[in-house]
């Protein structure tokens, strides 16, 4: 069984410090691989996708940057953080053949 | 542009109560949308709950039902019966699955909160 692995579960950041939020797969070879975001009050949105290794494609700016540098993995981060950052973050991923997708348990980041 | 309204949380139904959260969408760059409910519970991830693909037709799970209506752009959620169990937020979502972008519009999410 395919399993969706986000790690850590909640932050408390001060503005300007980095961050790197990660998410890996296991079970499920070359899945599609997207980053969601929701700022409090605000709705999920897409911030990145990934159909494979070392390539993504940035759909929102948020002054956020995403790699893939595994098959099952996909990485969220920032150099310097802003306030406008905190929120609710989900990793997903998609079969390639259009199936539904299957999200992780999010990371809440809070930025101080 | 491509968008999702749903019922402000957060919503209180007593267990047993039935109930209805509306969603109403507007798909302007998605020639076909799918729809779909998504639910999360406190302290997990997000699950997809149910979703319907074509215009007309009705999808079920958990015992929430929620039809696709294209005529008033809707696709509300119902229970007959809410459990304490149910205690969850909600999202109604539209998308274009087809493709690898995929990308779900989301409403901002209905908070239920089943008194027993």
């Known amino acids: 069984a395919q399993t969706i692995h986000q790690w850590p579960v909640a932050e408390i950041k001060a503005v300007g410090s980095p961050l790197s939020l990660g998410c890996t797969i296991k079970g499920k070879s070359s899945p599609n691989l997207y980053w969601y975001w929701q700022a409090t009050g605000g709705t999920l949105q897409q911030l990145f996708y990934?159909?494979?290794?070392?390539?993504v494609e940035s759909v929102v700016q948020l002054n956020l940057s995403a790699s893939r540098p595994k098959d099952d993995q996909f990485i969220l981060s920032t150099e310097k953080l802003l306030l406008s950052h905190s929120g609710f973050y989900l990793c997903a991923w998609r079969g390639q053949t259009n199936s539904d997708y299957t999200f992780g348990s999010g990371t809440r980041l809070l930025v101080i | 542009g491509d968008s999702v309204t749903q019922t402000e949380g957060p919503v209180t139904v007593s267990e047993s109560e039935s109930l209805i959260i509306n969603c109403t969408y507007s798909?302007?760059?998605?020639?076909?949308?799918?729809l779909f409910w998504y639910v999360r519970y406190p302290g997990e991830g997000l699950q997809l709950l149910l979703k319907v693909i074509t215009a007309g037709q009705k999808g079920s799970s958990r015992g929430f039902e929620a039809t696709y209506n294209k005529e008033t752009t809707s696709f509300h959620l119902q229970k007959a019966s809410v459990q304490e169990s149910d205690s969850a937020v909600y999202y109604c979502?539209?998308?274009?699955?087809?493709?690898?972008?995929?990308?779900?519009?989301f409403g901002l999410g209905t908070t239920l909160q089943v008194q027993p």
């Open positions: 798909a302007t760059s998605i020639a076909y949308p799918n």
């Open positions: 979502a539209l998308g274009a699955i087809t493709g690898n972008t995929g990308k779900l519009i």
């Open positions: 990934s159909i494979t290794v070392g390539q």
